[in-house]
C-alpha cells in the first residue's frame, strides 16, 4: 500500500528566505513522486517529478526537490521565497502510474 | 500540447436538483481520466477513473455518477444533489501506465448546492 505523510500544515516563510515543505511516503514498489501546487480556486499544476532517474530533481518557478530512498522522502525546496509562491502544496506518490495517492496538503503563507 | 477543459467554472444549484459536469481533453489519445473532489480546507478525494470509453471505476460511494462517452470527454452527474456534494470538482488526466506517469488537472468546478 501507499500511503504520504506531509509533516506541515501551514508553513510561513519571509519573502527572500528559503522553502522548505516536507514529504515523507510510503510504497510496495519503486515509486514515482510528485509535486503539485495549488493557487486558490486554480487547478493543480505539476511543479516537478521524480520517477527513477537522477535523485535531485529540478522543476518550474525556482523549486527543487531531493529522492532520498533510505529516508523515504521527497522534500521541497526554494532558495528565496516570492509572495507569488504562496499556494496550496501537494506531494504525490504513485507505484505504477494508476493509482495516485495525495499527501494533506501544505499552505505556504509568504509575509512581505 | 495537451489542453484540458473543464466546465462550468462555477455552479450553484438548489438540493436534490441534477448535476452535470463536463471534462474534455485535447492532443492526446486514450488518456486515463480522473475526478476528484476537494472539500473546503481539505485535500483531494479521488471519485471516478476511466481508463477507456464506457470503463468506469468509482472509488467512493454516493449519489455521483460518471461516463466516458468518448475518449476524451468524461462526465460527472447527479440525478439528485446533497448539500454535501458541495465542493470544487477538479478533472485530471494521465498517459497510459508505462509511459508517462504524471497527472494534468484541469481548471476546476466551484459547485455550491443550496
Known amino acids: 500500500a501507499q500511503s504520504v505523510t506531509q509533516l506541515d500544515s501551514h508553513v510561513s516563510v519571509s519573502e527572500g528566505t528559503p522553502v522548505l515543505l516536507r514529504c515523507n511516503y510510503s510504497?510496495?514498489?519503486?515509486?514515482?513522486l510528485f509535486w503539485y501546487v495549488q493557487h486558490p480556486n486554480k487547478g493543480l499544476q505539476l511543479l516537478l517529478k521524480?520517477?527513477?532517474?537522477?535523485?535531485l530533481v529540478k522543476g518550474i518557478n525556482g523549486f527543487e526537490a531531493e529522492f532520498k530512498k533510505s529516508e523515504t522522502s521527497f522534500h521541497l525546496t526554494k532558495p528565496s521565497a516570492h509572495m507569488s509562491d504562496a499556494a496550496e502544496y501537494f506531494c504525490?506518490?504513485?507505484?505504477?502510474?494508476?493509482?495516485?495517492?495525495f499527501g494533506p496538503g501544505t499552505r505556504l503563507s509568504v509575509l512581505p | 500540447s495537451q489542453t484540458i477543459h473543464q466546465w462550468p467554472a462555477t455552479l450553484v444549484q438548489p438540493v436534490g436538483s441534477p448535476l452535470s459536469l463536463e471534462c474534455t481533453v485535447e492532443?492526446?489519445?486514450?488518456?486515463?481520466l480522473y475526478w476528484y473532489r476537494q472539500a473546503a480546507g481539505r485535500g483531494l478525494q479521488l471519485l471516478f477513473y476511466?481508463?477507456?470509453?464506457?470503463?468506469i471505476s468509482s472509488e467512493v460511494p454516493q449519489n455521483l455518477s460518471a461516463s466516458r462517452p468518448q475518449d476524451r470527454q468524461f462526465i460527472l452527474s447527479s440525478k439528485k444533489l446533497l448539500l454535501s456534494d458541495s465542493g470544487f470538482y477538479l478533472c485530471?488526466?494521465?498517459?497510459?501506465?508505462?509511459?508517462?506517469?504524471?497527472?494534468?488537472f484541469g481548471p476546476g468546478t466551484r459547485l455550491t448546492v443550496t
Open positions: 492532443g492526446t489519445s486514450n488518456p486515463n
Open positions: 510504497s510496495s514498489y519503486s515509486p514515482s
Open positions: 521524480y520517477t527513477s532517474a537522477a535523485t
Open positions: 476511466s481508463v477507456g470509453i464506457g470503463q
Open positions: 504525490v506518490v504513485t507505484p505504477y502510474g494508476q493509482n495516485f495517492v
Open positions: 485530471a488526466w494521465s498517459y497510459e501506465p508505462g509511459l508517462r506517469y504524471e497527472q494534468y
